[in-house]
């Protein structure tokens, strides 16, 4: 039986340590979030109520993505109370800057919607001033689906567009196979 000394088995650990515990298996650290803040959408033929529910779902929508640390609605509102700003008709990238930088967030998320319900929502970098996305849709029926198109564009906001496929057969009715095992 061959015999390891000491120091062989030091440098073994150790370079076993660095490979396994340091590198964590070769996996690049999660990127950093971005800290955003989410002005009420303004309301356009609809009312200030209703804009701020939507921007209230459109907010909660980007919470449970995980993809940015958003600031509460409620902090915002007394950081912004706090140094005398107003937030209606802050739409404008250049006030939605200004107050980025009175919240310290390095992305602020600013739009409006409107009857027949056109939402236009801009992603703006603080430090640059400049619009960095822009995320539009348009909408005809009632307002709860629009809710279903909030979740959509906090998806795309967030990197995580969600795709839909649709399935036709010709002749109609066919059965649909996916790996081997019938899907309808």
Do not use: W
């Amino acid at each position: 039986m061959q015999k390891i000394s000491i120091s062989a088995l030091k440098i073994l650990f150790f370079s076993l340590l660095s490979f396994l515990g340091f590198e964590s298996f070769g996996q690049q650290p999660p990127p950093a979030k971005f800290h955003i803040a989410i002005l009420n959408l303004e309301g356009r033929g609809i009312s200030e109520s209703e804009a701020a529910t939507l921007s209230d779902q459109l907010r909660g929508q980007l919470v449970n993505l995980n993809a940015f640390i958003v600031l509460d609605r409620g902090k915002m509102e007394d950081i912004l109370k706090e140094q005398g700003f107003q937030q209606s008709g802050c739409t404008v990238t250049e006030c939605a800057v200004r107050v980025g930088r009175v919240l310290n967030v390095q992305k602020i998320v600013a739009g409006s919607i409107g009857k027949t319900y056109a939402i236009n929502i801009s992603m703006i970098d603080v430090e640059s001033s400049r619009i960095e996305r822009s995320f539009n849709r348009n909408y005809q029926g009632e307002i709860d689906g629009l809710l279903e198109i909030l979740q959509d564009i906090a998806r795309e906001m967030a990197g995580r567009k969600l795709y839909k496929l649709a399935i036709s057969s010709s002749p109609k009715g066919a059965e649909v196979m996916s790996n081997n095992k019938s899907i309808g």
